[in-house]
Each structure stands twice: as structure tokens, then as C-alpha cells.
């Protein structure tokens, strides 16, 4: 029977541009180009390789997100997953982890899966808390922040890497997984890949598709709420010390000013 592999990846704001928030003190999404999650590039790269080595599998790549959030999909699709679904609703605006885990619980379930691998953390929110919360929702075990992963047998096995000491777990599927950035570099998408994309199915669900009312969601049903943002200040000019002689004092003086020292 074939392994359905589903990878959640998360449309982010580019790091590199200016980021906002907008008047309701939710992250501005609309006047900054976006992409798909680097971090999640790992989750894809881990499907397509688990993929490669079972007899029969599927890779589904899952986004939650803005009409934008399809170039996540597509570029995951060049990679070379097999298809993809896009949950998008006006009623998602401001939805929370929690939230946002009850949504990708619900599409995952309608997917259908075997095993879910999702990213460490999102390059934007970072909390990394999505895979263990969809874990819960689901009722599977979650192994957490691999830097391995294989399946053989209906089992997921894995090396999670402490400052201490790595782990060796596992565990039968289903179950959720979640890799790291040591988990092998992700591919490039070719210009075949990038070609065939462009044919693979893309389904897009709404929250009535999954069951799921307006209120559970977005900003009402958030659990957390941002009360304050105040934009970084722009960046100052720096102290330049000039060395004649006093050079080492002087920077040292300044260091312990600063209480760095
Ligand atoms: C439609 C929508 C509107 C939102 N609006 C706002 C907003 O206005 N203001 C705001 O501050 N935040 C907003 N969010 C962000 C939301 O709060 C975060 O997605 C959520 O808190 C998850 O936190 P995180 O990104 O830190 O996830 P982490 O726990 O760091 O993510 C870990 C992993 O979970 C998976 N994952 C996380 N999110 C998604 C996703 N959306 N789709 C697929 N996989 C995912 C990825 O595999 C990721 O690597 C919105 C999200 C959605 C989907």
C-alpha cells in the first residue's frame, strides 16, 4: 500500500525586506514578497528522499495561508512533491498556532497520511510549537527535531542531536515528525521540476471543507493577542575609535560603558 507522506509548509514573509505590522497589530502580509519557509525546504527534502526509498509513496505538500501562499506550494512541487492543498479562508486572518494547528489537523485527517513531516520552526513566527500541537490534535506520536529520518516496516525512526547526547527514537506510524536544518541540504527545484509543477494538482479547501467554524479561528479566536508593537529604530551611526595610542583603552572604556565587559 503506498506511504502518503504529508509535509506542512508555511508561505513567510521574506526575511530580507522591511516587515510591519498592519493597524490590528497582525504581521503586514500583503505589501511584502513572500516565500516558502527555508526551513521547511528540509521537510520537503526529507518526503521527496523517504519517497525515493519506499516501494510506493505520495508526497502531499499542505499550506495554510493567503492567496500568495501557492508559491510555497508550487515551488514544493518542483521540488518534487506529488500534489498539493492550499487552506485558505478571509476567517484565517490572525489565527494563532493553536488555531492554526486545529486547521492543519483537519486537512491533514481529510488528506489522508501515514506519516507528516513538518519543519522545526517557521522562519517568521519561530515558536515551533505546530508539529506537537497537531500531534495532540491527532492523537499520534510526535518525534520532534530530527536530524535523521528513514522508514522501514511502518515505523519512523530517527536521531534527534542534544548537546549531550543523540537520541535514537522511533515510532509506528501514524505518527508526525519534525526535521532540522541538519537534516541534508535541501535540492534545488530543475528546470524539469519547475516545468512539471506546473500540471501537478493543487486543491484548495475552505474552513466549511474541514468543518471548521469561524470562530475557532482568526483574530476572536486566537488565544494569544498582541497588545504593543513599536517599530525598531532605525539604526544609529556607530562610535568610530581612532587608534593614537589610546586605542585599546578607549575601546575597552567604551565596552565597559556599554556593560559588555
Ligand atoms: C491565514 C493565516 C493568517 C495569519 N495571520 C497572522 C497574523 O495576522 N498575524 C500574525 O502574527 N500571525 C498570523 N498568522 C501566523 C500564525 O499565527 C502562525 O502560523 C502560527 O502561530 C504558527 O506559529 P509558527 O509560524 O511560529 O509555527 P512553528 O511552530 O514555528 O512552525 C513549525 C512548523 O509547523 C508548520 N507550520 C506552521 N504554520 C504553518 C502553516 N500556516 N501552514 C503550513 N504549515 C505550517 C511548518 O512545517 C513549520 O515548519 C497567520 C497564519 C495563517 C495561516
Known amino acids: 500500500m503506498s506511504l502518503r507522506i504529508v509535509v506542512t509548509v508555511k508561505y513567510v514573509p521574506d526575511a530580507t525586506g522591511d516587515r510591519h505590522f498592519a493597524d490590528d497589530l497582525t504581521v503586514d502580509r500583503d505589501d511584502v514578497d513572500g516565500l516558502l519557509s527555508e526551513l521547511d525546504e528540509y521537510a520537503v527534502e526529507q518526503a521527496l528522499q523517504i519517497s525515493e526509498n519506499a516501494d510506493d509513496a505520495e508526497v502531499t505538500v499542505l499550506t495554510v495561508g493567503p492567496e500568495d501562499?501557492?508559491?510555497?506550494?508550487?515551488?514544493?512541487?518542483?521540488?518534487?512533491?506529488?500534489?498539493?492543498?492550499?487552506?485558505?479562508?478571509?476567517?484565517?486572518?490572525?489565527?494563532?498556532?493553536?488555531?492554526?494547528?486545529?486547521?492543519?489537523?483537519?486537512?491533514?485527517?481529510?488528506?489522508?497520511?501515514d506519516l507528516v513531516i513538518s519543519g522545526m520552526a517557521s522562519t517568521d513566527g519561530t515558536m515551533g510549537v505546530v508539529p506537537a500541537l497537531v500531534a495532540e490534535r491527532l492523537g499520534v506520536p510526535q518525534v520532534t527535531l530530527l536530524s535523521e529520518v528513514s522508514v522501514e516496516g511502518g515505523v519512523v525512526k530517527g536521531r534527534r542531536d542534544g548537546d549531550a547526547a543523540s537520541e535514537q527514537l522511533e515510532a509506528q506510524l501514524p505518527a508526525i515528525v519534525s526535521v532540522t536544518d541538519q537534516s541534508g541540504e535541501a535540492r534545488y527545484p530543475s528546470f524539469k521540476?519547475?516545468?512539471?509543477?506546473?500540471?501537478?494538482?493543487?486543491?484548495?479547501?475552505?474552513?466549511?471543507?474541514?468543518?471548521?467554524?469561524?470562530?475557532?479561528v482568526g483574530l476572536d479566536g486566537a488565544f494569544t493577542k498582541v497588545e504593543a508593537a513599536n517599530e525598531r529604530p532605525a539604526r544609529t551611526a556607530g562610535t568610530i575609535v581612532k587608534d593614537e595610542g589610546e586605542g585599546g583603552k578607549q575601546l575597552a572604556e567604551f565596552l565597559a560603558g556599554q556593560k559588555f565587559i
Open 69 to 113: 501562499a501557492k508559491d510555497a506550494l508550487r515551488k514544493a512541487l518542483s521540488m518534487g512533491a506529488d500534489k498539493a492543498i492550499h487552506v485558505e479562508d478571509d476567517d484565517l486572518h490572525g489565527t494563532d498556532a493553536i488555531g492554526t494547528s486545529l486547521v492543519l489537523a483537519k486537512a491533514i485527517e481529510k488528506a489522508g497520511y
Open 193 to 216: 521540476g519547475i516545468m512539471a509543477a506546473k500540471k501537478k494538482p493543487v486543491e484548495s479547501w475552505d474552513l466549511s471543507d474541514l468543518d471548521i467554524e469561524a470562530e475557532e
